[in-house]
């Protein structure tokens, strides 16, 4: 991967929240800190396994659903909570990924990329059982594709003028159903 | 590596007793030690028993135990036992 990939509306991550994604089959964990700012990890706690979406966010901390490890930011453990005496080595981390958040929509992206789209208005997140590349949109409207997995994508729709979001709506209810009636 | 002050460094000899797949089983060790911040050396391995010494602090070499117990897929431990090195 190397474009940025959106994965969410910014709407949808409000802070102290989280959710799961997933980009060509690798499944990732958003989340957004009390403070507003939004990260992509890894979705899997070191520990065990456990899928990091399904946690808690407290403060600026992610913490495990399973056994309530917490992390930071930097994606270091900082607290074990069956442990509390333990000093936690540096070398229990989730493996963290590059975030950029704008137009609305948070990115996946390397940590050099950048993306510069301007603001913008959510209309929704939309899955289409399909393979879809690109698409033809209306003008002031905006889709961002992300490939979920083999016959699966995420389309997330934007608009520039607020007055415009029902009409995109409804234009994208139209668009899945033809997207998916051509495969 | 330091554990601070409230660390406690402990040296153990690790035996994993079962039905083991060498390859898979040595390198699921590794990875546990690596992420735990554990020293190891294998000191021996066959499809019945492991067997490694563990430089750490004790309560991640309790991890480490309870992950290797565990194992990796196909792999089946029936029995651990521990002993200072």
């Known amino acids: 991967m190397n474009a940025p990939v959106a994965v969410a509306l910014s709407r949808d991550v409000p802070p102290n929240t989280s959710i799961g994604v997933r980009v060509e089959d690798t499944e990732y964990v958003v989340w957004r800190d009390a403070n507003g700012t939004a990260h992509i990890w890894e979705d899997r706690c070191p520990h065990r396994g456990m899928k990091l979406s399904l946690g808690f966010v407290r403060g600026d901390r992610i913490a495990c659903l399973y056994h309530g490890w917490e992390y930071g930011t930097d994606g270091r453990c900082q607290k074990i909570p069956a442990h509390p005496e333990l000093p936690v080595p540096d070398s229990i981390t989730v493996g963290t990924f590059g975030t950029v958040e704008s137009g609305g929509v948070i990115w996946l992206a390397t940590n050099a990329s950048t993306v510069d789209e301007a603001p913008l208005h959510p209309v929704r997140s939309m899955m289409v059982e399909a393979d879809v590349k690109d698409v033809e949109a209306p003008d002031g409207t905006h889709v961002f594709i992300q490939p979920v997995s083999a016959g699966r994508t995420m389309l997330h729709i934007c608009v520039e003028d607020a007055t415009h979001a029902e009409s995109a709506y409804l234009w994208a209810l139209g668009l899945r159903i033809a997207l998916e009636a051509a495969t | ?85």
């Open chain 2, 1 to 85: 590596m330091s554990f601070g002050k409230s660390g406690v460094m402990e040296h153990q000899t690790l035996v994993f007793d079962g039905a083991l797949e060498p390859d898979v089983f040595l390198a699921f060790c590794a990875h546990r030690a690596q992420r735990l911040s554990i020293d190891h050396e294998v000191l021996g391995h066959s499809p019945a028993q492991v067997e490694v010494a563990l430089r750490g602090h004790a309560t991640l070499i309790d991890m480490f135990e309870m992950a290797c117990s565990l194992g990796p897929e196909g792999s089946v431990v029936v029995s651990t036992s521990r002993s200072a090195a």
